[in-house]
């Protein structure tokens, strides 16, 4: 069975720029999840996904993100305009259930820079 | 004060030796509770999930204490395939959040021969 996939793995853009980060997850998980790991910080939850529909979006830190997940499959992040504080690894994470116990599997993550 | 504490490290032992990690959590109403493995540039995989009476696989002993909000991690004769971080995770804990994991900072461990 394939595991979260994600793309790029790494994108390096310039201040002011607009990227898109795209996460797959494991056929027939409902749930998907986006975090962030900022140099020298601890993995920070973004938003939750059930299906379609955001269920949390508490973690997203301003505008400038907007997370998508049209047909409730894959889902993207896009920063716009990217500023330098947005720089670190971009992971996703699917599950199959939302109990809180169930396993999130983790992507690979995304490493973005902005310069 | 962080969500999730956990000692950085590193913790540098030799093979075959017991380690313990330790981790507490402020959030009195989380009510799930992890133990992650993350290798240098990797993502994270779930090493043990940890509940309430302490669980056990193989080399590895969880315990959590929700009165002191205080989470252990115990590895008995360590492998140099043990070197990793270990990121103690709790869940937000309430209603729509329970997805909403929280993360601490992890703690290295390099096992040396």
């Known amino acids: 069975e394939a595991g979260v996939t994600q793309f790029p793995s790494h994108s390096v853009i310039e201040k002011g720029q607009t990227v898109t980060l795209r996460c797959d997850p494991i056929?027939?998980?409902?749930?998907l999840y986006w975090y962030r790991r900022v140099m020298g910080k601890e993995i920070k939850f973004l938003l939750h996904?059930?299906?379609?529909?955001?269920?949390?979006e508490s973690g997203m830190p301003n505008n400038r993100f907007l997370a998508e997940r049209t047909g409730g499959t894959y889902s993207t992040l896009k920063v716009q305009p990217a500023e330098l504080e947005d720089s670190g690894v971009y992971f996703c994470?699917?599950?199959?259930?939302?109990?809180?116990?169930?396993?999130?599997?983790f992507g690979p993550g995304t490493r973005l820079t902005v310069l | 004060r962080k969500e999730v504490e956990q000692d950085p490290g590193p913790f540098n032992v030799p093979e075959g030796a017991t380690v313990a990690f330790n981790c507490t959590y402020s959030?009195?109403?989380?009510?799930?509770f992890f133990w992650y493995r993350q290798d240098c540039r990797k993502e994270p995989k779930l090493l043990m999930s940890?509940?309430?009476s302490g669980n056990e696989d193989g080399r590895f002993t969880a315990q959590l204490n929700r009165a002191s909000q205080y989470i252990s991690l115990l590895i008995r004769d360590s492998k140099l395939s043990d070197s990793a971080t270990y990121l103690c995770?709790?869940?937000?804990?309430?209603?729509?959040?329970?997805?909403?994991?929280?993360f601490g900072k992890g703690t290295k461990l390099s096992v040396k021969p």
């Open positions: 995770v709790v869940n937000r804990g309430d209603g729509g959040s329970q997805g909403n994991l929280i």
């Open positions: 959030n009195s109403a989380s009510q799930s």
């Open positions: 940890v509940y309430s």
């Open positions: 994470a699917s599950s199959l259930r939302r109990s809180s116990y169930n396993e999130q599997f």
């Open positions: 056929s027939g998980h409902d749930n």
């Open positions: 996904f059930v299906k379609e529909s955001k269920q949390d």
